[in-house]
């Protein structure tokens, strides 16, 4: 079911990309969001934040962007460190090629809340895009690290991590 998902994100896409890695990481990344705020005990969900983060998810997978950031934008002036609102930031910053600013919204998630997996795996895809591949390495590893070292449940992301020396 993911592996539809994630492919659905990519064909309906159209993003100024230019490595097929990025478009995919973004698909995990949406599937690890969706999957993390609906497994959230509801206590811990404010309901404008969560609403304005399925909308911000429900236009980034449409292709959306600009308005899904407004969207995540408004989840964190209710929620100011809501680590899936900062996440949709970072990566519609990426989407549109703003790399170091993606890169610095998605530093300061994992300071925030250093046990937030899928933050680690977009670091080491934004590394990855940059050239870095140490860097990428290091935070691929976090992710797994931060995982509890479960094998990602998507086809295209275990490829990749292994491929990477991560797990």
Do not use: W
Not at 135 to 156: L, T
């Amino acid at each position: 079911m993911h592996y539809k998902v994630i492919r659905m994100q990519i064909s309906f896409m159209k993003l100024p990309c230019s490595k097929p890695v990025v478009l995919i990481a973004m698909g995990v990344v949406v599937i690890l969001i969706l999957n993390a705020v609906s497994s959230l005990p509801a206590e811990s969900k404010l309901p404008a934040a969560s609403d304005e983060i399925e909308k911000a998810t429900q236009q980034f997978q449409s292709g959306k962007v600009g308005s899904a950031e407004k969207h995540y934008q408004k989840a964190l002036k209710v929620e100011p460190n809501n680590p899936y609102a900062m996440m949709g930031v970072g990566q519609c910053l990426s989407s549109r090629g703003k790399t170091d600013e993606a890169l610095d919204v998605m530093h300061r998630l994992t300071k925030q809340h250093p046990g937030f997996a899928p933050a680690y795996y977009t670091l080491g895809t934004l590394y990855e895009t940059k050239g870095d591949i140490d860097q990428a390495k290091h935070f691929y590893r976090q992710y797994v690290e931060k995982s509890g070292g479960k094998i990602p449940p998507v086809p295209e992301m275990r490829l990749k991590l292994r491929h990477m020396g991560a797990f």
